[in-house]
């Protein structure tokens, strides 16, 4: 039905009124929340009471021409109008359900010319809180501030114009929600507790990619790595990290049991379906034991939107689990930064690649990184990448130190030079001052600073964990890599880490039970195997250490530091042809790619050959191998620290005196 101007623009049903024009749902006169699609496809039924609207009639209407996921976005809107107006598809009162056909509204609907505003309800409706009350003095400071400060910033250089529509856009967005935060606080206050349950931890399950292109994956799981990040800076919220996550990929498993193994409260997850530049994400917070629709939304917007709407959806989620914000982490959200679109895509790519952790995947990071820093030479998160992507190699052991670190630390000093609260920076420089700096307390300090930034980096606490172990701070490191255990409980990085720290305090028991968990989880995962084999040598069972460590070689063929243990082991077990060999074929291998002295220290020292061995140990100083931080609290180094060598080259590298 096509409306006139002198149409109605408002509907009453029950103790509800419509707002057309102003997109408002009222009930007893307080504004409750419905918007997007879901209004649309009220507004429709509303027009229509009485009469079936058809599923094709509302998707001509409401939904773009390339439909994937038309059947779910459509439920899932559905259910949304269902919740706000306390209705069921099983007894409905106002929205009914024709199988296979579409929709009917059933109640009766008088339309009106206008909805009168709060201050001319009813006495009785009057005594009702008002749903936003006006902004505090301390908000009003805060949004003004931020207004200021972004009105009064030097300016570096002319930036295009869609930059600030998009911080504008987000910054008018972040206030409301403020307003609704307080108004929330307020209204549990004068009402009671809402009977929504509390969430105190929550899953960002991987989005699915609708467009039938596997080109736009990076898209779908940059969104989700964003949610995560946004989420996590929350402190009283736990949030499984990335990689476990990232687990159930495609899967069909039900929801509760995905919230059992992760142990949350809740998830949000979703769909999005680009067609050229117009991209639809579809989202929903459930609470998990029960599968009930907390909230849901649909966004229809241009691609080059992407930030703006990743941060409206962060800041909607965050609204649904209300209370959890401390008033620093209220103004923390007031910032907004711009961003050029081109380069936020850029980076999300650049991010997708370095995410495969492959040396094929950290090079092409570092181009898409690279071209992010072209559109937009004042994109912080984009120096971050590139110093991740920079570095890596040399932690993987495809690079030599001395090459990718300096280039990792020039391109993290950029990023917090442009922006100090980026978390994933701080932790990478954390890590370069640790491994290749040797600066211990500074490298404390920068793990510090991004736990507090973002609590539910699980990185930024397993990386902590291996600074705290290898200064001889057992407890708190175990205490760090549970941390980061419990954020990613299905990383086999986070869980062997807790079997690394619990053999480099002694407690080979408890290391041998959490690394045959972790093999569990991912059976082809070499680092697990060298570990173990390294707890069942100091045990002195020596054939299973061998056993353990051939496995972790069949996985790893040409890993010059399997290898290396390896051959050590032959050596102390008194196979000293089998080490003698392993010997040969490091130097060979150190011919085609980059072998660490590290390696060959460790078949010296097990050859007895300390000589040779402290030889090795000199040229690795001079590289500033990163291996070389753990020789005061690794058992394989044993057969050396007696020797006053090595003592002396624990004091030149500032490690804590015995």
């Known amino acids: 039905m096509q409306q006139s101007a002198k149409d109605p623009r408002a509907f009453r049903f029950g103790v509800f009124e419509i707002n057309v024009d102003a997109s408002e749902v009222r009930k007893h006169g307080l504004r409750i929340g419905l918007n997007g699609q879901p209004f649309q496809i009220l507004v429709t039924l509303l027009e229509r009471a009485g009469d079936v609207v058809t599923r094709q009639e509302l998707q001509a209407k409401l939904w773009l021409e390339t439909t994937v996921d038309f059947d779910h976005s459509l439920n899932v809107a559905v259910h949304k109008i269902r919740e706000v107006l306390g209705d069921s598809a099983e007894s409905p009162r106002f929205v009914e359900t024709l199988p296979r056909l579409g929709y009917r509204f059933i109640a009766p609907v008088e339309q009106v010319i206008s909805i009168a505003p709060v201050s001319d309800l009813s006495s009785e409706d009057r005594k009702q809180p008002q749903a936003v009350p006006p902004l505090g003095t301390d908000q009003l400071d805060i949004a003004e501030g931020a207004l200021q400060r972004e009105k009064h910033r030097p300016q570096k250089q002319k930036f295009p114009w869609h930059y600030w529509v998009v911080s504008l856009g987000t910054l008018i967005a972040l206030v409301v929600w403020l307003i609704g935060f307080r108004a929330s606080k307020a209204r549990e206050s004068f009402l009671g507790s809402p009977t929504a349950p509390r969430i105190n931890s929550i899953a960002v399950l991987p989005f699915g990619n609708l467009s039938g292109d596997a080109e736009q994956e990076y898209f779908a799981d940059g969104l989700t790595d964003m949610l995560i990040s946004d989420l996590g800076q929350i402190g009283r919220l736990r949030v499984v990290s990335r990689t476990s996550a990232m687990a159930y990929k495609q899967t069909n498993k039900p929801l509760p049991e995905i919230a059992r193994a992760l142990n949350v409260d809740a998830v949000v997850e979703g769909t999005i379906l680009r067609s050229g530049d117009r991209v639809r994400i579809t989202a929903s917070l459930l609470y998990a034991s029960t599968d009930q629709h907390l909230w849901s939304r649909i966004y229809e917007e241009d691609i080059h939107d992407a930030f703006r709407v990743q941060r409206e959806m962060a800041l909607a989620i965050v609204n649904e689990i209300r209370g959890q914000l401390s008033p620093t982490e209220e103004q923390r959200w007031l910032r907004i930064p711009s961003v050029d679109s081109e380069a936020h895509l850029a980076y999300l790519k650049g991010r997708f690649w370095w995410n495969k952790r492959t040396e ?299």
């Open 360 to 658: 094929e995947g950290f090079s092409k990071a570092v181009e898409y990184f690279l071209q992010a820093i072209e559109k937009d030479p004042n994109y912080g998160p984009a120096y971050a990448g590139l110093a991740d992507a920079y570095l890596m190699p040399a932690v993987r052991g495809f690079a030599p130190p001395h090459e990718s670190y300096p280039r990792a630390l020039t391109m993290v000093t950029k990023a917090l030079e442009v922006d100090d609260t980026l978390a994933d920076a701080h932790t990478t420089l954390g890590y370069i001052k640790k491994n290749y700096d040797w600066d211990w307390s500074g490298a404390e300090k920068e793990f510090q600073r991004a736990i507090a930034l973002n609590p539910g980096y699980a990185l930024a606490h397993q990386w902590y964990a291996h600074l705290l172990s290898i200064l001889g701070r057992g407890n708190e490191a175990l205490a760090e890599a549970k941390q980061a255990q419990a954020l990613d409980p299905l990383s086999t990085s986070t869980n062997r880490d807790v079997g690394l720290v619990l053999y480099r305090i002694g407690d080979y028991d408890q290391a041998i039970v959490e690394l045959r968990n972790t093999i569990e989880i991912d059976p082809n995962f070499a680092l697990t195997y060298i570990t173990l084999s390294n707890v069942y040598f100091a045990k002195g069972m020596y054939p299973e250490a061998i056993a353990e460590r051939e496995k972790a070689a069949a996985f790893s063929s040409d890993s010059a530091s399997i290898l290396a243990g390896l051959g050590r082991m032959y050596a102390l077990s008194g196979n000293k042809a089998e080490a003698l060999k392993t010997l040969d074929a490091l130097t060979e291998l150190s011919k085609s790619k980059y072998v660490s002295p590290m390696d060959f220290v460790l078949v010296y020292a097990g050859l007895g050959d300390k000589e040779k061995a402290f030889l090795r140990l000199e040229r690795a100083y001079e590289e500033r191998s990163d291996a070389l931080g753990r020789i005061k609290v690794d058992p394989v180094f044993d057969s050396l620290r007696s020797d006053p060598r090595l003592q002396d080259l624990v004091r030149r590298m500032g490690l804590p005196q015995s």
